[in-house]
């Protein structure tokens, strides 16, 4: 009998969705692969594109501004089973009257079958849009998914042209330019109160929209208040592109935040470094090294992982008696991508300041450092990444027969590893 109702429930909720299909009205067309339709609502242009086979309770994605633009992300999530829709406040700058039609289009679609909590997808000026209606409407918000997004509206006054638009959009209701009652920089608390997650892509090279000046506004407020973000700054880029080569990562994260299950797990550190970080000179490894005491803090559950390697280098070609010790290619490395962390502490570089690997390969150090960024940034966590600079090792006669001599190399290193890190804007 149970059987039988779990069918007959699963055949009903097909049916539901064949019929929530049929109920969307407009004109028909067909966006990559699945029905789209075009219609209007108070006066703006909107679209729902409808995926074939839709996950239970109708999860959507909303885009303010910028319909089809570096699509990758919404691709991968009409596959997966979410609605994509569009609704067009691009140049509104997220006036009170806009909001207002923004519910008004959330309404319709949630008539329509569509999750009560959407995922606003924001680029650009359609981040902030997206921030002011989460802040205006925060429990009708499942998460945030900001690329590159406009958080300080001041940002606007350094160019006279965007300005005046704020200031002529903003008349069209009769009120005077947002202030800082109105300012998305200005109301992050509303979404850390609310606990609305966040998914944070940003580009360390923008000169549009600056990181510093606005997305890292948001992530040092969630942090702060350890609250659920995920933040991936994508080192050299500027602006454009947006979006992400791996969009699954990101799909993984917004189901996640819709289902209930962003907190399910504890949150897994990944301590990657050498005999440091292994622990080597303590009397017990398991309980002595500094992963292991950073297990033992109090707060929020973590699950930490010791994966240094005693005698590892950054350098894939470093060496240690002649035998290959590049973290990058030892088993270490395959350990830490099926741990799939949430955080990685880097601390792995004291082995290349030795003569014989700094002499004969340091100019692959910031590259070899930056390939191994690369690739932990794009684990399925989408892990935060710190670096750490370890301590300088004393000249004795042991340490001298291991290769280690003071001829200037590790505040070479120290130089090259700041920069990585202001590079990646991870310096903090």
């Known amino acids: 009998m149970k059987r039988l109702l779990t069918l007959l429930a699963t055949v009903v909720a097909s049916f539901a969705n064949i019929v929530l299909s049929a109920e969307w009205h407009g004109t028909k067309s067909v966006w990559h692969g699945a029905d789209r339709y075009d219609f209007t609502i108070a006066g703006r242009s909107a679209i729902m594109i409808v995926p074939d086979n839709p996950l239970p309770g109708n999860p959507w994605i909303w885009r303010p501004a910028f319909f089809d633009a570096f699509p990758s992300i919404d691709t991968a999530m009409l596959e997966q089973g979410y609605h994509i ?69 001041n940002e606007l006054r350094r160019n006279v042209d965007w300005w005046n638009d704020v200031t002529a959009k903003w008349s069209q209701d009769s009120l005077p330019p947002p202030g800082s009652a109105e300012n998305a920089a200005c109301n992050i608390s509303i979404l850390v109160d609310n606990k ?99 297990q033992t803090l109090p707060g929020r559950e973590y699950v930490v992982g010791n994966f240094g390697v005693s005698c590892a280098t950054m350098l894939r070609n470093g060496t240690d008696a002649g035998r290959p010790f590049g973290y990058i290619i030892h088993p270490a490395m395959r350990n830490v991508i099926d741990f799939n962390p949430d955080i990685v502490i880097i601390a792995l570089e004291v082995n290349d300041c030795k003569s014989y690997n700094w002499e004969n390969f340091n100019s692959e150090f910031t590259a070899d450092y930056q390939s191994l960024i690369d690739t932990l940034s794009m684990l399925p966590a989408l892990p935060e990444i710190y670096l750490v600079i370890e301590p300088y090792v004393q000249e004795t006669p042991q340490t001298l027969s291991w290769g280690f001599e003071n001829k200037g190399y590790y505040e070479q290193m120290c130089e090259r590893i700041n920069t990585t890190a202001i590079d990646n804007n991870i310096s903090d």
């Open 196 to 294: 609305v997650p966040v998914l944070l892509l940003s580009g360390g090279a923008d000169t549009i929209v600056p990181y510093e000046r606005n997305g890292k506004i948001i992530k040092d407020t969630y942090w702060r208040w350890d609250m659920p973000l995920k933040s991936v700054v994508r080192s050299h880029s500027g602006h454009h592109p947006l979006g992400i080569g791996n969009p699954y990562p990101i799909a993984e994260f917004i189901y996640k935040c819709l289902y209930g299950q962003h907190n399910l797990r504890p949150i897994r550190v990944a301590c990657i470094g050498d005999s440091m970080t292994e622990g080597v000179g303590t009397d017990e490894f398991s309980t002595q090294s500094y992963p292991a005491q950073l």
């Open 85 to 153: 829709a569009y609704y067009n406040v691009t140049d509104e700058w997220a006036r009170p009257s806009s909001l207002r039609a923004g519910k008004e289009f959330f309404d319709y679609a949630v008539e329509h079958s569509l999750m009560d909590k959407v995922v606003m997808e924001g680029l650009s000026r359609g981040g902030y849009y997206s921030l002011r209606f989460a802040q205006t409407y925060p429990k009708h918000i499942g998460a945030l998914l900001l690329d590159n997004p406009l958080v300080d509206i």
